[in-house]
């Protein structure tokens, strides 16, 4: 859902969710009621059917009943059943932020899959591994994962298993600044989840597209889809999707300068998440309760949500959060005129979303490094990131930018600032009125 999945998805069973790293949610959709039941022995069948039910209430509880029905397989060299209990605790394990050990497990139930020659199986790990790829960023990786599951599960003819990767997909590219193309997937995903009345997944990618409204600036879009995606989760009591419910709530009266009712609503998905051991979830919440704050310029709070969000992150090794996290914590530093450290945090998060390929993101941290050396008088710098800016207004920026063509505009620019100076001058007065008209925009209509 910036998460977006995101995705319940859960940016963590989930991923936006969002994003936004959203935020979005990232959706693993587990899609275990596609698997092949009839291969895995009816006790481990039962222990782990026992156990997706408190995968939401009570993680701890569904986690000690896998691991059990894994020692059970195990003991038994049931590969069908090893397989099936590897996933759910891959899943578990993904949900707290134990990414590497969550990988390990996809790889072990894919390895036993393509044994066993069970396509429903290599479908869903390939979907499992593609989201470990997504949380991480590394998002052409994580697409080849997501298309090669959706291709097997719509050559099977299973239409709603493949809207999972089809999420997935979407939300990639409303990272990407590809919205378009992520609104026509999240509304086919929601059209087939209402004809086949799966309510689970009828909730994630209704969280997944308010997101990506709200970054479209369509609030009452995105309210209209998150208040029947709340009603929803609690009667199905998925506190997961819930908790990103109320995050995305906030979200809308965020961006709409409904101070209050923001904070209540972000508040709530807090201690939420909290409960849930909810690490990405927790690191989203924080980066809008301290863009909260800050509007409030109450700073000291700002900063405090703005590091524990960035820890979070860190610990999770959310490359595109960490970026986000990073340009929070140099507005917050340009709010309180401190320009120069503002630049050293913006030096850090550009590297991480150009490479990203976040053209929305990139943006917004050009924008920010220009505001800071006009500030200081640096004209040669604000020039550079004039262009910059400018660059990523472009749609193809995040297909067509690399290194080498950065490099290029950066010498190219020095080079004209060398030799025409008169030129740079008029550029640079054209500049300042140009900058005056982004910051007022940027603080009247900053999205999270």
């Known amino acids: 859902m910036n998460k977006i999945l995101t995705l319940s998805e859960l940016e963590r069973f989930c991923r936006l969710f969002l994003p936004g790293k959203s935020s979005f949610l990232l959706f693993l959709m587990l899609g275990f009621s596609s698997l092949a039941h009839t291969q895995v022995l009816p006790?481990?069948?039962?222990?782990?059917?026992?156990?997706?039910?408190?995968?939401?209430?009570?993680?701890q509880r569904a986690y000690s009943l896998a691991s059990s029905a894994l020692k059970e397989a195990l003991k038994l060299n049931h590969e069908p059943s090893m397989a099936r209990v590897y996933r759910f605790i891959g899943a578990l394990n993904f949900m707290t932020g134990n990414l590497d050990i969550a990988e390990r497990q996809f790889d072990s139930a894919l390895i036993l899959y393509k044994k066993l020659n069970d396509e429903k199986g290599i479908a869903a790990s390939l979907n499992n591994l593609g989201v470990i790829y997504q949380e991480r960023s590394y998002y052409p990786k994580a697409l080849e994962y997501f298309e090669e599951s959706v291709a097997i599960k719509l050559r099977l003819g299973d239409t709603l298993g493949a809207t999972s990767g089809m999420v997935n997909t979407a939300t990639i590219h409303s990272y990407t600044g590809d919205n378009r193309r992520a609104i026509d997937t999240f509304e086919e995903v929601i059209r087939i989840t209402t004809l086949k009345r799966d309510t689970a997944r009828l909730i994630d990618a209704s969280i997944n597209l308010s997101t990506v409204w709200i970054n479209e600036r369509k609030p009452q879009n995105a309210l209209v889809l998150l208040h029947k995606a709340r009603e929803l989760s609690e009667i199905t009591g998925d506190n997961y999707s819930l908790s990103y419910c109320f995050n995305n709530i906030g979200g809308v009266y965020q961006n709409t300068f409904q101070n209050d009712k923001a904070i209540t609503y972000f508040n709530m998905a807090l201690a939420l998440r909290d409960d849930l051991s909810d690490i990405a979830g927790l690191a989203t919440t924080l980066n809008n309760l301290g863009k909260m704050y800050a509007r409030l310029n109450l700073y000291d709070q700002a900063l405090d949500s703005y590091f524990q969000a960035l820890q979070y992150n860190q610990q999770i090794d959310d490359k595109r959060s960490i970026a986000i996290s990073l340009n929070s914590i140099a507005e917050l530093l340009m709010k309180k005129n401190d320009f120069n450290a503002a630049i050293e945090y913006l030096y850090k998060s550009i590297p991480i979303a150009r490479k990203l390929e976040l053209r929305q993101e990139a943006r917004s941290m050009f924008a920010n490094m220009l505001v800071s050396y006009a500030a200081i008088h640096q004209l040669d710098s604000v020039y550079v990131y004039f262009a910059h800016f400018n660059s990523t207004i472009d749609s193809s920026w995040y297909t067509e930018h690399n290194g080498k063509q950065e490099l290029a505009v950066e010498q190219t620019v020095n080079k004209e600032v060398e030799n025409d100076?008169?030129?740079?001058?008029?550029?640079?007065?054209?500049?300042?009125?140009?900058?005056?008209?982004?910051?007022?925009?940027?603080?009247?209509?900053?999205?999270?």
């Open 43 to 59: 006790g481990i069948e039962a222990a782990v059917e026992e156990a997706q039910i408190y995968r939401n209430s009570e993680p």
């Open 421 to 448: 100076k008169i030129w740079f001058y008029l550029i640079y007065g054209l500049t300042l009125v140009f900058v005056a008209v982004i910051v007022w925009f940027i603080a009247k209509n900053k999205y999270t």
